[in-house]
Nanobody
Framework: VQLQASGGGLVQAGGSLRLSCAAS????????MGWFRQAPGKERELVAA????????GYADSVKGRFTISRDSAKNTVDLRMNNLSPEDTAVYYC???????????????????WGQGTQVTVSS
């Protein structure tokens, strides 16, 4: 499985961005996908995740109500719509995929097998 992330950039506080992650290869093996982010000096954290097998979606508390994760099964993409961005959202964002059934959408980075390259999101104040 290969993952290609796109859509990062520079935006002012209060603005919006949409990240997209395109999966290719053995996509039938993917049980769930997630978006993570890592700011300088901080650990990689889960932002949002979607289970492709049991239909669950989960968000970090810090992004609930502002971010929306969605899936386009026909295109094998998972998008992350980010609204009302703040400087605290500045980070490198990564998409990731997990094989097998994803029963829980709160899994940490260690549970994901496949990773895309990061895309920088910078929010200016």
């Amino acid at each position: 499985v290969q993952l290609q992330a796109s859509g990062g950039g520079l935006v002012q506080a209060g603005g919006s961005l949409r990240l997209s992650c395109a999966a290719s290869g053995r996509t039938s093996s993917i049980g769930g996908m997630g978006w993570f982010r890592q700011a300088p000096g901080k650990e990689r954290e889960l932002v949002a995740a979607i289970s492709l097998t049991v239909g669950k979606i989960g968000y970090a508390d810090s992004v609930k109500g502002r971010f929306t994760i969605s899936r386009d099964s026909a295109k094998n993409t998972v998008d992350l719509r980010m609204n009302n961005l703040s400087p605290e959202d500045t980070a490198v964002y990564y998409c990731a995929a997990k094989g097998g059934t994803m029963w829980f959408v709160t899994l940490g980075a260690g549970s994901y097998k496949y990773w895309g390259q990061g895309t920088q999101v910078t929010v200016s104040s």
